[in-house]
Protein backbone atom coordinates (compact mmCIF):
# COMPACT_ATOMS: atom_id res chain seq x y z
CA UNK A 1 0.00 0.00 0.00
CA UNK A 2 1.37 3.37 -1.18
CA UNK A 3 1.58 6.41 1.47
CA UNK A 4 -1.55 7.95 -0.59
CA UNK A 5 -3.45 4.84 -0.11
CA UNK A 6 -3.02 4.60 3.39
CA UNK A 7 -3.68 8.15 3.83
CA UNK A 8 -6.68 7.64 1.91
CA UNK A 9 -7.75 5.08 4.07
CA UNK A 10 -7.27 6.78 7.13
CA UNK A 11 -9.64 9.41 5.89
CA UNK A 12 -12.44 7.49 4.66
CA UNK A 13 -12.20 6.12 8.45
CA UNK A 14 -12.42 9.31 9.96
CA UNK A 15 -15.05 10.18 7.63
CA UNK A 16 -16.80 7.25 8.25
CA UNK A 17 -16.55 7.74 11.89
CA UNK A 18 -17.73 11.71 12.10
CA UNK A 19 -20.64 10.25 10.22
CA UNK A 20 -21.51 8.16 12.85
CA UNK A 21 -21.08 10.68 15.51
CA UNK A 22 -23.15 13.19 13.82
CA UNK A 23 -26.06 10.63 12.75
CA UNK A 24 -25.43 9.75 16.62
CA UNK A 25 -25.95 13.78 17.73
CA UNK A 26 -28.81 14.56 15.43
CA UNK A 27 -30.88 11.81 16.21
CA UNK A 28 -30.35 12.65 20.19
CA UNK A 29 -31.47 16.27 19.38
CA UNK A 30 -34.31 15.09 16.92
CA UNK A 31 -35.44 12.82 19.81
CA UNK A 32 -35.01 15.11 22.88
CA UNK A 33 -38.98 16.60 24.18
CA UNK A 34 -36.36 19.12 25.22
CA UNK A 35 -35.71 22.46 22.44
CA UNK A 36 -32.30 23.05 22.12
CA UNK A 37 -31.01 26.06 20.29
CA UNK A 38 -27.05 26.68 19.57
CA UNK A 39 -25.63 30.24 18.81
CA UNK A 40 -22.11 30.54 17.02
CA UNK A 41 -19.37 32.52 18.68
CA UNK A 42 -21.11 35.92 16.48
CA UNK A 43 -24.22 35.04 18.63
CA UNK A 44 -26.16 33.81 15.46
CA UNK A 45 -28.19 30.31 15.17
CA UNK A 46 -26.23 27.41 14.67
CA UNK A 47 -28.90 25.20 14.96
CA UNK A 48 -32.18 24.68 16.52
CA UNK A 49 -33.85 20.93 17.37
CA UNK A 50 -37.45 19.81 15.79
CA UNK A 51 -38.58 20.09 19.64
CA UNK A 52 -37.55 23.91 19.54
CA UNK A 53 -39.32 24.78 16.65
CA UNK A 54 -42.30 23.35 16.98
CA UNK A 55 -42.39 24.43 20.56
CA UNK A 56 -42.17 28.27 19.15
CA UNK A 57 -43.91 27.40 15.49
CA UNK A 58 -40.78 28.60 14.15
CA UNK A 59 -39.80 28.21 10.26
CA UNK A 60 -37.81 25.38 9.09
CA UNK A 61 -34.10 25.10 10.09
CA UNK A 62 -32.76 26.74 6.71
CA UNK A 63 -34.52 29.83 7.65
CA UNK A 64 -33.11 30.08 10.94
CA UNK A 65 -29.78 28.96 10.54
CA UNK A 66 -27.28 32.25 10.72
CA UNK A 67 -29.63 34.75 11.91
CA UNK A 68 -29.32 36.80 15.13
CA UNK A 69 -32.00 34.36 17.55
CA UNK A 70 -33.60 37.89 18.50
CA UNK A 71 -34.67 38.04 14.80
CA UNK A 72 -37.10 34.56 15.57
CA UNK A 73 -37.59 34.66 18.65
CA UNK A 74 -39.09 38.01 20.05
CA UNK A 75 -38.28 38.64 23.37
CA UNK A 76 -36.63 41.14 25.35
CA UNK A 77 -35.88 38.49 28.46
CA UNK A 78 -34.82 35.85 26.45
CA UNK A 79 -32.19 38.01 24.52
CA UNK A 80 -30.75 39.73 28.09
CA UNK A 81 -30.27 36.01 29.51
CA UNK A 82 -28.70 35.01 26.59
CA UNK A 83 -26.30 37.92 27.46
CA UNK A 84 -25.40 36.79 30.99
CA UNK A 85 -25.05 33.31 29.57
CA UNK A 86 -22.16 34.54 27.72
CA UNK A 87 -20.51 35.48 31.44
CA UNK A 88 -21.90 32.35 33.35
CA UNK A 89 -24.86 29.42 33.18
CA UNK A 90 -28.24 31.49 33.42
CA UNK A 91 -32.04 29.89 34.11
CA UNK A 92 -35.69 31.40 33.74
CA UNK A 93 -39.11 31.09 33.15
CA UNK A 94 -40.52 33.05 30.41
CA UNK A 95 -43.85 33.02 28.71
CA UNK A 96 -42.64 32.62 24.96
CA UNK A 97 -45.04 33.52 22.61
CA UNK A 98 -46.17 30.40 20.43
CA UNK A 99 -49.63 30.42 18.33
CA UNK A 100 -52.34 31.79 20.08
CA UNK A 101 -51.50 31.15 23.70
CA UNK A 102 -48.19 31.83 25.33
CA UNK A 103 -45.84 28.56 26.53
CA UNK A 104 -44.28 28.72 29.57
CA UNK A 105 -40.81 27.47 29.64
CA UNK A 106 -38.07 27.26 31.72
CA UNK A 107 -34.72 28.20 29.49
CA UNK A 108 -31.21 27.09 30.70
CA UNK A 109 -28.27 28.96 28.90
CA UNK A 110 -24.51 28.13 28.83
CA UNK A 111 -21.61 28.40 27.41
CA UNK A 112 -20.79 25.68 24.91
CA UNK A 113 -17.54 23.84 25.66
CA UNK A 114 -14.58 23.61 23.24
CA UNK A 115 -16.68 26.55 21.34
CA UNK A 116 -15.48 29.85 22.59
CA UNK A 117 -18.44 32.33 22.36
CA UNK A 118 -21.00 29.83 21.37
CA UNK A 119 -24.13 28.93 23.59
CA UNK A 120 -26.41 25.89 24.15
CA UNK A 121 -29.75 26.84 25.05
CA UNK A 122 -32.22 24.31 26.65
CA UNK A 123 -35.89 24.92 26.76
CA UNK A 124 -38.23 22.70 28.89
CA UNK A 125 -42.27 23.32 28.56
CA UNK A 126 -43.50 23.55 32.11
CA UNK A 127 -46.36 25.16 30.61
CA UNK A 128 -48.60 22.12 32.44
CA UNK A 129 -46.69 21.52 34.98
CA UNK A 130 -47.68 25.04 35.99
CA UNK A 131 -51.04 25.38 34.81
CA UNK A 132 -52.01 22.09 37.54
CA UNK A 133 -50.07 23.72 40.05
CA UNK A 134 -52.49 27.02 39.86
CA UNK A 135 -55.58 25.13 39.48
CA UNK A 136 -54.68 23.05 42.70
CA UNK A 137 -53.92 26.03 44.73
CA UNK A 138 -57.22 27.30 43.58
CA UNK A 139 -59.18 24.34 44.40
CA UNK A 140 -57.73 24.23 47.83
CA UNK A 141 -58.27 27.89 47.86
CA UNK A 142 -62.25 27.50 46.84
CA UNK A 143 -62.45 24.09 49.20
CA UNK A 144 -61.55 26.18 52.07
CA UNK A 145 -63.79 29.16 51.38
CA UNK A 146 -66.60 26.91 51.11
CA UNK A 147 -66.10 24.89 54.13
CA UNK A 148 -65.76 28.27 56.44
CA UNK A 149 -69.61 29.51 55.69
CA UNK A 150 -71.28 26.66 57.22
CA UNK A 151 -68.63 26.15 60.02
CA UNK A 152 -68.70 29.78 60.82
CA UNK A 153 -72.74 29.54 61.04
CA UNK A 154 -72.49 26.31 63.40
CA UNK A 155 -70.07 27.33 65.74
CA UNK A 156 -72.07 31.10 66.08
CA UNK A 157 -75.16 29.27 66.57
CA UNK A 158 -73.36 27.25 69.22
CA UNK A 159 -72.14 30.33 71.06
CA UNK A 160 -75.66 31.53 70.98
CA UNK A 161 -77.27 28.73 72.60
CA UNK A 162 -74.92 28.72 75.28
CA UNK A 163 -74.99 32.39 75.87
CA UNK A 164 -78.93 32.02 77.11
CA UNK A 165 -80.46 31.09 73.71
CA UNK A 166 -81.23 27.57 74.97
CA UNK A 167 -83.41 28.59 77.82
CA UNK A 168 -85.91 30.06 75.34
CA UNK A 169 -87.94 27.25 73.79
CA UNK A 170 -88.21 29.06 70.17
CA UNK A 171 -84.78 30.32 69.77
CA UNK A 172 -83.34 26.65 70.70
CA UNK A 173 -85.30 25.54 67.87
CA UNK A 174 -84.08 28.02 65.51
CA UNK A 175 -80.32 27.70 66.20
CA UNK A 176 -80.58 24.06 66.45
CA UNK A 177 -82.31 24.08 63.26
CA UNK A 178 -78.92 26.40 61.83
CA UNK A 179 -76.68 23.87 63.05
CA UNK A 180 -78.84 21.38 61.54
CA UNK A 181 -78.76 22.90 58.11
CA UNK A 182 -75.30 23.84 58.34
CA UNK A 183 -74.28 20.26 59.34
CA UNK A 184 -75.80 18.65 57.00
CA UNK A 185 -74.48 21.23 53.87
CA UNK A 186 -70.87 20.24 55.46
CA UNK A 187 -72.13 16.75 54.86
CA UNK A 188 -72.34 17.02 51.39
CA UNK A 189 -69.50 18.84 50.25
CA UNK A 190 -67.85 16.22 51.86
CA UNK A 191 -69.16 13.58 50.05
CA UNK A 192 -68.99 15.30 47.01
CA UNK A 193 -65.57 16.04 46.95
CA UNK A 194 -64.91 12.35 47.87
CA UNK A 195 -66.87 11.65 44.58
CA UNK A 196 -64.83 13.76 42.55
CA UNK A 197 -61.59 12.22 44.09
CA UNK A 198 -62.66 8.74 43.37
CA UNK A 199 -63.53 9.51 40.19
CA UNK A 200 -60.36 10.87 39.54
CA UNK A 201 -58.44 8.33 40.91
CA UNK A 202 -59.72 5.71 39.02
CA UNK A 203 -60.71 4.20 42.47
CA UNK A 204 -64.78 4.33 42.03
CA UNK A 205 -64.95 0.41 39.70
CA UNK A 206 -67.35 1.54 37.35
CA UNK A 207 -68.84 -1.83 35.49
CA UNK A 208 -70.69 -0.62 32.39
CA UNK A 209 -73.46 -2.86 30.90
CA UNK A 210 -76.33 -2.61 28.38
CA UNK A 211 -78.94 -0.24 29.50
CA UNK A 212 -82.35 0.70 28.42
CA UNK A 213 -82.47 4.55 28.57
CA UNK A 214 -86.56 4.55 29.08
CA UNK A 215 -86.16 2.51 32.26
CA UNK A 216 -83.21 4.37 33.87
CA UNK A 217 -84.88 7.87 33.14
CA UNK A 218 -88.00 7.15 34.36
CA UNK A 219 -86.60 5.88 37.65
CA UNK A 220 -84.44 8.94 38.01
CA UNK A 221 -87.47 10.94 37.12
CA UNK A 222 -89.44 9.46 40.11
CA UNK A 223 -87.23 10.26 42.54
CA UNK A 224 -88.36 14.09 41.94
CA UNK A 225 -92.48 13.78 41.14
CA UNK A 226 -93.08 15.03 44.79
CA UNK A 227 -90.78 17.94 44.83
CA UNK A 228 -91.65 19.09 41.52
CA UNK A 229 -95.41 18.52 41.89
CA UNK A 230 -94.92 21.05 44.93
CA UNK A 231 -93.20 23.42 42.72
CA UNK A 232 -95.72 23.30 40.20
CA UNK A 233 -92.79 22.00 37.27
CA UNK A 234 -93.68 19.35 34.96
CA UNK A 235 -91.84 16.70 34.48
CA UNK A 236 -91.70 14.75 31.37
CA UNK A 237 -90.20 11.39 30.38
CA UNK A 238 -89.77 11.22 26.50
CA UNK A 239 -87.37 8.66 25.90
CA UNK A 240 -88.87 6.52 23.38
CA UNK A 241 -89.07 2.91 24.46
CA UNK A 242 -87.13 1.62 21.07
CA UNK A 243 -84.02 3.65 21.77
CA UNK A 244 -80.95 1.44 21.65
CA UNK A 245 -79.45 0.63 24.60
CA UNK A 246 -75.98 2.43 25.78
CA UNK A 247 -73.06 1.14 27.60
CA UNK A 248 -73.23 2.90 30.67
CA UNK A 249 -72.42 1.89 34.64
CA UNK A 250 -76.24 1.96 36.06
CA UNK A 251 -75.31 4.06 39.01
CA UNK A 252 -73.31 6.50 37.86
CA UNK A 253 -75.75 7.27 34.80
CA UNK A 254 -78.49 7.55 37.90
CA UNK A 255 -76.07 9.83 39.41
CA UNK A 256 -75.88 11.80 36.54
CA UNK A 257 -79.27 11.76 35.78
CA UNK A 258 -80.23 12.89 39.38
CA UNK A 259 -78.15 15.93 39.07
CA UNK A 260 -79.20 17.56 36.12
CA UNK A 261 -83.22 16.94 37.18
CA UNK A 262 -81.88 18.06 40.48
CA UNK A 263 -80.04 21.44 38.93
CA UNK A 264 -83.33 21.85 36.14
CA UNK A 265 -85.82 21.68 39.37
CA UNK A 266 -83.32 24.33 41.44
CA UNK A 267 -83.36 27.11 38.94
CA UNK A 268 -86.64 26.94 36.84
CA UNK A 269 -89.55 29.19 38.40
CA UNK A 270 -92.95 28.19 38.56
CA UNK A 271 -94.74 26.28 35.59
CA UNK A 272 -91.71 25.37 34.32
CA UNK A 273 -91.43 22.43 32.08
CA UNK A 274 -88.47 19.30 32.49
CA UNK A 275 -88.03 17.03 29.84
CA UNK A 276 -85.61 13.87 29.23
CA UNK A 277 -85.12 13.38 25.86
CA UNK A 278 -83.18 10.65 24.01
CA UNK A 279 -82.12 10.66 20.14
CA UNK A 280 -79.20 8.06 18.23
CA UNK A 281 -76.15 8.86 16.83
CA UNK A 282 -74.33 6.24 14.53
CA UNK A 283 -72.04 5.77 17.01
CA UNK A 284 -74.07 6.93 20.55
CA UNK A 285 -77.06 7.13 22.42
CA UNK A 286 -78.11 10.45 23.46
CA UNK A 287 -79.57 11.42 26.65
CA UNK A 288 -81.01 14.52 27.61
CA UNK A 289 -82.40 16.94 30.28
CA UNK A 290 -83.75 20.36 28.72
CA UNK A 291 -85.59 22.91 31.00
CA UNK A 292 -88.00 25.75 30.10
CA UNK A 293 -86.29 27.90 33.16
CA UNK A 294 -84.03 31.30 32.81
CA UNK A 295 -81.02 30.05 30.61
CA UNK A 296 -77.32 30.76 31.36
CA UNK A 297 -75.92 33.07 29.44
CA UNK A 298 -73.40 32.40 26.82
CA UNK A 299 -70.19 33.43 28.74
CA UNK A 300 -70.77 31.16 31.53
CA UNK A 301 -71.12 28.14 29.51
CA UNK A 302 -67.08 27.71 28.95
CA UNK A 303 -67.05 27.40 32.26
CA UNK A 304 -70.13 25.87 33.63
CA UNK A 305 -68.71 22.22 34.04
CA UNK A 306 -65.93 23.43 36.50
CA UNK A 307 -65.20 22.31 40.28
CA UNK A 308 -67.40 25.23 42.21
CA UNK A 309 -68.64 27.34 39.24
CA UNK A 310 -71.98 28.90 40.12
CA UNK A 311 -73.57 31.54 37.81
CA UNK A 312 -74.86 32.96 40.96
CA UNK A 313 -72.99 32.06 43.83
CA UNK A 314 -75.31 33.78 46.31
CA UNK A 315 -78.37 31.95 44.91
CA UNK A 316 -76.42 28.63 44.59
CA UNK A 317 -75.67 28.66 48.03
CA UNK A 318 -78.98 29.87 49.27
CA UNK A 319 -80.74 26.61 47.41
CA UNK A 320 -77.96 24.39 49.57
CA UNK A 321 -75.87 24.40 46.25
CA UNK A 322 -71.70 23.67 46.36
CA UNK A 323 -71.06 23.96 42.63
CA UNK A 324 -69.83 20.31 42.12
CA UNK A 325 -72.55 19.02 40.84
CA UNK A 326 -71.95 19.66 37.18
CA UNK A 327 -68.20 18.90 37.25
CA UNK A 328 -69.05 15.33 39.28
CA UNK A 329 -71.80 14.96 36.14
CA UNK A 330 -68.97 15.45 33.63
CA UNK A 331 -66.39 13.25 35.21
CA UNK A 332 -68.73 10.49 35.38
CA UNK A 333 -69.91 10.68 31.57
CA UNK A 334 -65.87 10.33 30.60
CA UNK A 335 -65.17 8.20 32.75
CA UNK A 336 -68.18 5.98 30.97
CA UNK A 337 -66.37 6.96 27.48
CA UNK A 338 -69.16 9.72 27.21
CA UNK A 339 -69.18 12.95 26.45
CA UNK A 340 -71.50 16.04 28.03
CA UNK A 341 -72.37 19.40 26.39
CA UNK A 342 -74.77 21.64 27.34
CA UNK A 343 -76.72 24.20 25.19
CA UNK A 344 -79.01 27.36 26.57
CA UNK A 345 -79.38 31.28 26.56
CA UNK A 346 -81.19 33.34 28.77
CA UNK A 347 -85.01 32.99 28.17
CA UNK A 348 -84.43 30.13 25.98
CA UNK A 349 -83.95 26.86 28.40
CA UNK A 350 -80.78 25.10 28.89
CA UNK A 351 -80.24 21.69 27.48
CA UNK A 352 -77.43 19.39 28.82
CA UNK A 353 -77.02 16.59 26.71
CA UNK A 354 -75.17 13.13 27.63
CA UNK A 355 -73.81 11.01 24.36
CA UNK A 356 -73.07 7.49 25.87
CA UNK A 357 -71.92 4.88 23.72
CA UNK A 358 -73.91 2.47 22.25
CA UNK A 359 -73.95 -1.13 23.81
N1 LIG B 1 -80.75 23.94 34.39
C1 LIG B 1 -80.10 25.06 34.74
N2 LIG B 1 -80.64 26.29 34.50
C2 LIG B 1 -79.98 27.41 34.87
N3 LIG B 1 -78.76 27.42 35.46
C3 LIG B 1 -78.18 26.24 35.71
C4 LIG B 1 -78.80 25.00 35.37
N4 LIG B 1 -77.98 24.00 35.73
C5 LIG B 1 -76.89 24.58 36.27
N5 LIG B 1 -77.00 25.92 36.28
C6 LIG B 1 -75.99 26.89 36.77
O1 LIG B 1 -74.74 26.21 36.78
C7 LIG B 1 -74.15 26.30 38.08
C8 LIG B 1 -73.34 25.06 38.36
O2 LIG B 1 -74.19 23.95 38.55
P1 LIG B 1 -73.75 22.77 39.52
O3 LIG B 1 -74.77 21.71 39.48
O4 LIG B 1 -72.34 22.41 39.19
O5 LIG B 1 -73.69 23.47 40.95
P2 LIG B 1 -74.88 23.82 41.97
O6 LIG B 1 -76.19 23.30 41.45
O7 LIG B 1 -74.78 25.28 42.23
O8 LIG B 1 -74.45 23.04 43.28
P3 LIG B 1 -74.54 21.45 43.56
O9 LIG B 1 -74.99 20.80 42.28
O10 LIG B 1 -73.17 21.07 43.94
O11 LIG B 1 -75.51 21.31 44.66
C9 LIG B 1 -75.31 26.54 39.01
O12 LIG B 1 -74.89 27.24 40.15
C10 LIG B 1 -76.27 27.36 38.16
O13 LIG B 1 -75.90 28.72 38.24
MG1 LIG C 1 -76.31 21.21 40.88
Redesign the pocket.
Known amino acids: MTQVDQLAAGLSATLAELRVERDLLGGILGAMKEGVLVLDPDGRIAMVNPALREMLLLPGADEVVGRPPLDVIRHAELQALLGRARREPASEELDLPSGLKPRRLLVHAARLHGEPGGLVVVFVDVTEIRRLESLRRDFVANVSHELRTPVTAVRSAAETLRGGAAADPEARERFLDIVDRNAERLHRLVE?LLDLSRIESRELRLAPEPLDLAQVAAGALALFRERADKRRIRLRAAVPADTPPARADRRALEQVLT?LV???L???PEGAEVTVGAAVTPSAVELSVA?S????EAKHLPR?FERF????AGR?RDL????????IVKHLVEAMGGAVRVASSPGQG?TFTLSLPRA
Open positions: DNDNAKYCDGPGILYRVDSGGTGLGLSS
